[in-house]
């Protein structure tokens, strides 16, 4: 993913997925909501209001188990395994009500030797609605092979307040195709919703609850379960650390139910 996490899927056979599932989700709410902070601001802070042409995200995602998890079986499908990656990205401006990006994206697998490389356009089709549009090439590693394969996929995100309930939600979702031997629609997302337990001077630890889920063609899975993160500001950049419990609700994807920290940044 995945929270991030990274579009699209590697087989499923024995291997873990690349995918969004992990829910540190490449994409940052500045594509959709220019105006829109991808973490929470303390008092008295504001974001520039002038857009960088240039950002990096990056991610880092470990989770408790393994292929070999008893009761797993020397076959069964594992999706949202642990992972890194990082996305390149350059703004061409807003003078187009499309917002095009282009970006270079790179990920791979902690406990495999897959991974994977891409190269990509993406538009706002919808201007008003937090939608963006990607057409992408990516090189794949799976295993031995090395594999270039196309992409075409619909992503979206919201951050909003819920002043009844002094909360936040937040998320992700993203759907798509990918190409080439192993080919497969995919489709994954991830909703939080959180209140501020603390605030210090250059960011808040939140509390809150979480769904994340995904599928595949062979595989899908839904977790839900508990989360905490802490959002800091560092001069332009921001770094977020959160640790969830993901209970495994719904499909038979490996790793089992488990502990999940995740850190990402955007600059």
Known sequence: MSGGS?????????????????QTSPWKLEQFRPAAAPFSLPPGRSRSSEPRRLSIDGWLFLRAGGVADA??????????????????????GTRSAYLPQAYLRAAGS?????????????IRPVSGLPLRAHGEVRLSRL????????????????EERLKPLDARVRGYAQAGYVGGEFATAFADGSLVIERDAARFER????VGAGAWGGAQQGTSRLDLGPTASVDLSLGQGRIRVAA???????????PSSGAALTLSTSF
């Open 110 to 122: 902690i406990e495999s030797r897959e991974a994977e490389l891409a190269a990509g356009i993406s």
């Open 244 to 254: 969830d419990y993901r209970l495994r609700v719904a499909g038979r994807a490996e």
């Open 71 to 92: 009761g797993a079986g020397p076959l069964a499908p594992t999706y949202g395994r642990s992972q890194f990656g990082a996305v390149l990205r350059y703004d061409f």
């Open 203 to 206: 960011g808040a630890l939140s």
């Open 6 to 22: 990274q579009p699209g899927a590697f087989p499923v056979d024995r291997s873990p997925a690349l995918a969004g599932e992990a």
């Open 143 to 158: 295993g031995d092979r090395v594999e270039l394969r196309p992409s075409a996929f619909i992503t979206a995100g919201i």
